[in-house]
């Protein structure tokens, strides 16, 4: 809506004029695949097919089904025959689709091994898309740019199934896009898709028994806690993380839910979550006690505008048996270890890089090393 008329988006801008032949056409509008193993949860995207058919953390070939053909559009246009109107009581619903994220890097073991895992990076990939109403993504157009859902069936729109009007008029070739009257031009089934580079945090917990966490819900409303209390550590506005979880596989014979906290700007907060990671669980913890008492979420507790699709996936009951009183008493430092008392704080840091880290704080002037020796 824009002035009070309703315009609707017909195709998108592309990136060329015109394409010499349908290999050319493919490499000016940058067509690439996004992939994602179904096997250990990695995924990225790649220009060609062959390294999209096999994944390139644990070498398991990709389905099918799991890889996808996208464009990421340089902008969107409306139909210029198509005039604007006012009526706003008629709108096409496109469903959300969750990204696929990806993390990368060294894992570390929180504070007690037998809880978990976690591992963060600078150059997390987040792929973003959208196949349209059905789900079966876009019929383009490689001539015009005009778009159209694939039907329900997977089958052509019926704009494309008879000479179509150029998204955008030019004089020299009429009114009917050239593209009509050439197969390979009208491409199918494509994704609307952008990928970007940013601070990843990912999270793999087991429960007090030892079971790596593979409830969805439990792992979605805990999801939503650790962003919220990340969030509230560092001093931004939850809104500038994003989060959610993927199956991933932790051992050869175990599969879990991957807690997945992400930067929207890439601002560099996920990836310092191991600084906050002492008391994170204990915050995530409090949070999940609702002041309203609520018998699964609300907002005074784990609901907000950004979970507003998946509110019946978020139940703080079940994360609260994940992260209990007794799981947050064996995530303490042993007493053997906490050679400083009450706070002591596991280092995450290689030994240079939490050094570096020390002295450059502002108000830290003197950083002593204590070297215990065991003797049998």
């Given amino acids: 809506v824009m002035d009070g008329l309703v315009y609707r988006a017909a195709g998108v801008t592309l990136n060329w004029h015109i ?10 509008q940058n067509i690439r695949i996004a992939w994602r193993c179904h096997h250990c949860g990695a995924s990225g995207s790649s220009h060609s097919l062959d390294r999209a058919g096999r994944c390139e953390s644990c070498g398991e070939a990709v389905n099918p089904e799991n890889q996808r053909e996208f464009l990421e559009p340089a902008g969107f246009a409306v139909d210029f ?21 990806d993390a990368d890097g060294e894992w570390f073991s929180l504070a007690n091994p037998d809880l978990g895992r976690f591992r963060v990076t600078t150059r997390g990939h987040v792929f973003h898309q959208s ?25 052509l729109p019926k ?17 009917y896009c050239p593209g009509s009257d050439t197969d390979w031009k009208i491409k199918q089934g494509i994704t609307l898709g952008h ?20 409830d969805k819900t439990a792992a979605t409303t805990l999801s939503v806690a650790i962003r919220d209390s ?14 959610d979880i993927k199956p991933a596989r932790p051992e050869s014979n175990a599969i879990c839910q991957s807690i997945l906290i992400f930067d929207r700007y890439a601002a560099g907060y996920a990836s310092s979550a191991e600084r906050f990671l002492a008391d994170l669980f204990r915050l995530v913890h409090d949070r999940l006690q609702c002041p309203a008492d609520c018998d699964s979420a609300c907002p005074s507790c784990v609901l907000d ?29 042993p007493e053997g270890l906490a ?33 215990l020796l065991y003797t049998s």
């Fill in 195 to 214: 990928e970007s580079w940013t601070d990843v945090l990912e999270i793999q917990l087991k429960t007090t028994s030892g079971v790596w966490l593979n």
């Fill in 339 to 371: 050679f400083f008392g009450r706070g002591s704080r596991l280092e995450y840091k290689k030994l240079l890089e939490a050094i570096w880290h020390a002295v450059s704080s502002t108000h830290v002037n003197r950083v002593r090393l204590v070297c």
């Fill in 159 to 175: 704009v494309f199934e008879r000479a179509h009007y150029k998204l955008r008029r030019a004089s020299e070739d009429g009114l």
């Fill in 19 to 28: 394409p010499a032949d349908q290999t050319s056409a493919r490499e000016i």
């Fill in 230 to 243: 990340l969030a509230e550590l560092i001093g931004v506005q939850a809104s500038e993380l994003g989060c």
């Fill in 81 to 101: 025959y198509q005039e604007p109107h006012n009526d706003i009581t008629t709108q096409h619903f496109v469903p959300v689709e969750a990204p696929w994220i």
């Fill in 131 to 155: 196949r349209g109403v059905h789900g079966n993504g876009y019929a383009l157009c490689l001539e015009c740019g005009r778009a159209d859902p694939m039907t329900s069936e997977g089958d």
């Fill in 305 to 333: 505008y950004d979970q507003r699709f998946i509110t019946d996936r978020l139940d703080r009951h079940g994360a609260l048996e994940v992260i209990s009183s007794s799981w947050l008493n064996q995530m303490q430092l």
